[in-house]
């Protein structure tokens, strides 16, 4: 929310860097 493009950037680095469970719960608190 606070960050626009960077969020969208960190959910993919996240998913790539941390399993899908940490992906899921970072995309939930990114929104």
Known sequence: MRFGSQTSHACRVSTTVFPPRV????LAVGS
Do not use: E
């Open 23 to 26: 992906a899921r719960i970072r």
